[in-house]
């Protein structure tokens, strides 16, 4: 049986702490809270703490049109309303949440295995 690395193909997470996450390729740390999806889209995500979540910022992960949203809260587990989750739930896009680090390696594992996921990080 020959065994070989595994390769990673798509956008991953090469790097992670608190407060940031740097993208497998790039130089720079990422500082403020992102979407990074295994579709290779890395946008910002306008949304500086928890507290300011709305149902816009759902909106914009609905629209990427994955089968999971794993959403980063933070340096801290806590889980959104549901009336903010509702574009998701029309779309029957899933939602998991966990703390950002936690994310972070989820999003490495389901991106490697070619599933459509997006990672949204909250850096606070």
């Not at 090469?14 to 992102?34: E, F, H, M, N």
């Not at 909106?59 to 949203?69: D, G, I, K, N, Y």
């Not at 574009?87 to 896009?93: G, H, M, T, W, Y």
């Amino acid at each position: 049986m020959k065994i070989k690395p595994d390769v990673i193909t798509v956008q991953s997470i090469q790097g992670y702490g608190p407060g940031w996450v740097q993208v497998a390729g790039q130089d720079d740390r990422i500082t403020r809270s992102v979407i990074i999806s295994s579709g290779g889209e890395r946008l910002d995500w306008l949304c500086d703490a928890f507290e300011d979540l709305r149902a816009e910022h759902f909106e914009q992960l609905a629209q990427l049109q994955t089968e999971l949203v794993i959403f980063g809260s933070g340096s801290r587990l806590r889980f959104v309303a549901p009336a903010l989750t509702q574009a998701l739930i029309r779309r029957q896009i899933g939602l998991e949440t966990m703390d950002t680090q936690a994310a972070c390696r989820t999003y490495n594992i389901l991106a490697g295995e070619g599933r459509n996921v997006a990672a949204a990080l909250l850096m606070r």
